[in-house]
């Protein structure tokens, strides 16, 4: 008698990424901003490490202030002391800035025409 063999089912090899198929994005880090600052920097470091608008930030430290003083005064300058200062911006950026969309515009583009 002849003995079938079962042919064992090959692992299909895995698609390896390509270089710079993927981009990590950059570590977002807490840092003071010395370009958005009213006393040390901390409430604008928070804003942008958070990417809200510094004036609330500030807003909700002071409501903070009144409630639990102690506290959030300590808690503000351990944040001074231990938070680094960021290097300053070539120009003031109080927001990041927005990455503009790729490719072809989309839609009727519109202009003024000479005739």
Request: aromatic content about 8%; proline content about 21%.
């Amino acid at each position: 008698m002849t003995e079938q063999q079962n042919p064992q089912p090959q692992p299909q090899p895995q698609p390896q990424p390509q270089p710079g198929y993927y981009q990590a994005p950059p570590a977002k880090r807490l840092t003071r901003t010395p370009d958005d600052q009213m006393i040390a920097g901390v409430c604008g470091g928070l804003a942008r490490y958070l990417n809200v608008d510094p004036t609330l930030v500030r807003v909700l430290a002071v409501v903070a202030l009144f409630i639990g003083f102690p506290a959030v005064a300590v808690g503000y300058v351990v944040a001074w002391a231990i938070v680094p200062k960021a290097s300053p911006a070539p120009y003031p950026t109080p927001y990041p800035t927005p990455v503009p969309p790729q490719g072809p515009p989309q839609g009727p583009v519109t202009g003024s025409t000479n005739g």
